[in-house]
């Protein structure tokens, strides 16, 4: 006499790459991805410290200036803001690696490469979800807003470091770092708008 599991279909191999895949995503996005050695928080806090101290050892031979005084006072917020952001990604288990994650467990990995290229084109917005997409996307995309938020204080941080280092090398440095970071926040608000359009496709297929 069979068993009711035999009467079942079994999963096709795709389907359990996909289950895998969305296992590692949800996973990550519970406990956080795995650091060895360093932290990209840490590095960014270590580099402050380091370059920035360098900086205020340099300025030390020279007469004290409105440059001078901007630059420590810039300085001293980036080190504030980078080590809260630090201690409280630290605290909430956000920390993100700065040495790159073997590629056997980024938690995309179980998919074939054809599939995670699919993913990445629905990601932004180009196609619409497949059948295994759908399910996943929400969880990658509320993973990536997790970890953009806990990275965020580490890298207000450094530009506040690099407008201080911007006023000690002059002009034209600070303009210039002005407009990379007006590019980042475009490039971020593009960004948001692709995962919101994939999120809608999602919902509009699942409701289909």
Excluded: C
């Excluded at 280092?165 to 593009?190: C, D, H, K, Q």
């Excluded at 995962?195 to 289909?208: G, N, Y």
Aim: charged content about 20%.
């Amino acid at each position: 006499m069979s068993s009711i599991s035999d009467a079942l279909p079994a999963a096709s191999d795709e389907d359990r790459r996909w289950a895998e895949a969305s296992r590692r995503v949800r996973e990550q996005m519970e406990h956080g991805p795995r650091v060895r050695v360093i932290s990209n928080q840490l590095a960014l806090l270590l580099l402050i410290v380091l370059v920035g101290g360098l900086g205020v050892v340099a300025r030390f031979s020279e007469p004290l200036s409105a440059a001078a005084v901007g630059q420590f006072l810039l300085l001293a917020a980036a080190l504030a803001v980078s080590s809260v952001g630090y201690a409280r990604a630290k605290r909430g288990g956000r920390l993100l690696p700065q040495i790159p994650t073997p590629r056997a467990e980024w938690p995309l990995s179980p998919l074939l490469p054809e599939e995670r290229r699919s993913l990445a084109r629905h990601l932004r917005g180009r196609i619409p979800p497949t059948e295994h997409s759908r399910e996943i996307v929400p969880d990658l995309i509320a993973n990536a807003r997790i970890n953009n938020r806990a990275v965020l204080p580490s890298l207000v941080g450094l530009v506040l470091f690099l407008f201080s280092e911007s006023l000690y090398l002059g002009w034209p440095w600070p303009l210039v770092i002005a407009g990379l970071v007006v590019f980042l926040v475009i490039m971020t608000r593009v960004e948001a708008r692709r995962w919101q359009k994939a999120l809608e496709q999602s919902r509009s297929t699942f409701h289909a």
